[in-house]
């Protein structure tokens, strides 16, 4: 039993299925619910299944159809790419349960072929092992993505898509045109060969810039970050969920992949300096925009944007020579994606419950809706960082790392950016438990919606006493390790 | 200099041509249209550089990419066209409004 278990092509699996099924989904809307619910357990399973592989032997590569690299194209998994995956299935499977019960026919048949599209996207991007394959799966993702935001037709759902898809069209060109200087420079689009070919020429500094560039952009840092709130707060709250949990952490993968492996040991001076004072500038200024707004999916949206800042933060920090600073990146997106997922299906939970997300008109709803309340407050927790969290453990790394390198100014932004994020959990904490104005007609919440959205955040906190083993899991392969290639 | 480089020149003349058009156009169509130019001139660039073994035979692999961007760039400028019809439908103007808060 355990023999067949490790030998089924975990990898392949994760990207067949969700695309097969996302088709039969497009073919036979009657059993979409059940095809999609199904195929996301499956796909939760094969993830289990791939970290058993890694774990038993080794670094995952698969060349699919038996051709290989250079010419072929290579499946890989090390420990990073194998938590990507994780965090994936995980909030796919929450965002899952929850759509049974928020979409409703016909939104519901045209939801669940996107939103399988957007899983196989996701687990193709984190399994690819080479910079065009990498650009195929960024534009699946970003298509996917985008016509789900549009999903719901209103007005700003079609304007925010619509500037949205802007937006992550000229971040893929930029990067393919980056993928092309570096093919023609090294001959090659597989990033282990090209991390032993790579020199610093001028053609690789332009491929640098463009598709630093490119994905900065559909990372959403700060001062790219235009599209995001519009697009994240008028999608459906699922949706939301989905792209600030997931699909923004899809592009910071390719940066992070494209730094370790090609560009960091050549010794850049100056990008992840500017790199980390967008991201210190992003954290400061999503937080401030998140304590002004008045509609709570702008202010989680707004809040993505202060987060993103902090895995710049942490990426910095790691280009100027802290190991630490690596595990504080992988934390913060393992923990800001359950936690931000939690807090966006709040946001719909509460959207439901009283037909609006004005913050000020929240209305006593702590009593009426005890769980998902909670589910806001432990979020709120991890997005603090206060103990015992993931957040929390994130933070406390990228402090470590800033002190050790004598970043004081650093040091400040994060305590900073952590009082400014108290400020506005507290801000809506305070509004759920005063009487509004004007009390309103309320509408049940079904039980699923509430307890996908408390066992995500729960997740969030969890992640705070499993430290020591995500960080040796994410360690396999040595995804980190300085000018190393793995096989 | 040779045709190949200089066919290369083009292209990164067309992107950046076309980014112009993409930052100073409001009307959607003319934003859509900016980022297809772009992304010819990005194809281009890849099928000139495909020259630079100097046989008489091209590199095939840039080809095959360039075939594979030409079929996102088909279905990615499909949903943008799609967007643009229902934004000019709701609202009337085929074009983003300027302030996003209310």
Redo the contacts between chains.
């Keep these: 039993m355990g023999a067949v278990f490790l030998n089924i092509p975990w990898g392949i699996v994760l990207i067949l299925l969700p695309l097969a099924a996302a088709m039969a989904c497009f073919l036979w809307p009657a059993v979409a619910k059940s095809v999609g619910l199904v195929t996301v357990s499956v796909v939760a399973l094969s993830v289990v299944g791939l970290v058993w592989q890694v774990i038993e032997s080794g670094v995952y590569r698969h060349a699919v159809g038996g051709w290989g690299a250079p ?1 072929g194209i290579d499946l890989y998994a090390d420990g990073l790419s194998l938590l990507m995956l994780a965090i994936t299935a995980l909030v796919g499977l929450a965002v899952s349960v929850y759509s049974t019960a928020y979409f409703e026919q016909p939104l519901s048949a045209r939801f669940w072929p996107l939103w399988l599209f957007l899983l196989a996207a996701l687990n193709a991007l984190f399994l690819s092992a080479d910079i ?1 394959n990498l650009y ?1 799966t960024l ?1 699946l993702m ?2 996917a993505a ?2 789900l935001t ?1 999903l719901s ?3 700003d759902a ?6 949205y ?2 937006a992550a ?2 971040g893929s ?1 930029a990067y ?2 980056g ?3 570096l ?2 420079g090294f001959g090659s ?1 597989d990033i282990a060969i090209l991390a032993q070919r790579v020199e610093a020429i001028p053609v690789t500094w332009a491929a640098l810039g463009l598709m630093s560039a490119g994905l900065v952009l559909k990372t959403a840092l700060f001062p790219f970050h235009f599209w995001l ?2 697009a994240h707060a008028s999608a459906p709250a699922p949706v939301s969920a989905a792209l600030s949990a997931l699909v923004v952490k899809g592009s910071f993968y390719i940066l992070l992949r494209l730094w370790l492996k090609i560009f960091g040991p050549l010794g850049v001076d100056g990008v992840e300096g500017l790199l980390g004072l967008l991201g210190a500038a992003a954290v400061l200024w999503g937080s401030l925009q998140a304590l002004r707004q008045t509609r709570l999916k702008l202010l989680i949206a707004y809040s993505t944007v202060a987060q993103i800042g902090y895995l710049f933060l942490a990426f910095s920090l790691a280009m100027g020579g802290g190991v630490m600073a690596w595990g504080a990146a992988a934390y913060l997106a393992l923990s800001h994606a359950l936690a931000k997922a939690a807090m966006f299906l709040v946001a719909g939970n509460l959207l439901r419950f009283g037909g609006h997300d004005r913050i000020s008109d929240l209305d006593r709803v702590v009593q009426r809706l005890p769980l998902t309340m909670a589910a806001f407050a432990l979020a709120g927790v991890s997005i603090m960082g206060l103990p015992p969290s993931g957040g929390f453990i994130g933070k406390w790394l990228l402090l470590e790392s800033a002190l050790v390198q004598g970043r004081w100014d650093l040091v400040a932004v994060m305590i900073f950016g952590g009082l400014l994020a108290a400020g506005y959990v507290f801000k809506v904490l305070g509004y759920a438990f005063t009487q509004a104005a004007a009390p309103h007609e309320a509408k049940a919440v079904p039980a699923s919606m509430e307890w996908a959205a408390l066992s995500l955040a729960a997740t969030a906190i969890l992640l705070g006493f499993l430290a020591s083993l995500l960080l040796s899991l994410v360690g396999i392969g040595n995804p980190f390790g300085a000018g190393e290639v793995t096989p | 200099m040779n045709a190949a480089f200089l066919y290369a020149l083009v292209g990164v003349g067309l992107f950046f041509l076309g980014l112009y058009a993409l930052i100073v156009h409001t009307h959607l169509l003319r934003k859509i249209l900016a980022l297809n130019v772009m992304g010819s001139g990005v194809f281009l660039v890849l099928v000139a550089l495909a020259k630079r073994t100097g046989n008489a035979t091209p590199d095939p692999v840039p080809h095959a990419m360039v075939i594979t961007g030409i079929v996102v760039a088909v279905s990615a400028t499909a949903l943008a066209l799609t967007l643009m019809v229902r934004v000019a439908a709701e609202t009337g103007r085929a074009e983003l409004p300027d302030e996003e808060r209310e």
Excluded at chain 1, 158 to 163: F, H, N, P, V
């Design positions: 010419l065009f195929v534009e970003g298509l985008v016509a549009a037709g209103g007005r079609l304007s925010g898509a619509m500037r898809l802007l069209l000229l060109l393919l045109f993928v092309a200087l093919y023609h689009v709130p519009p």
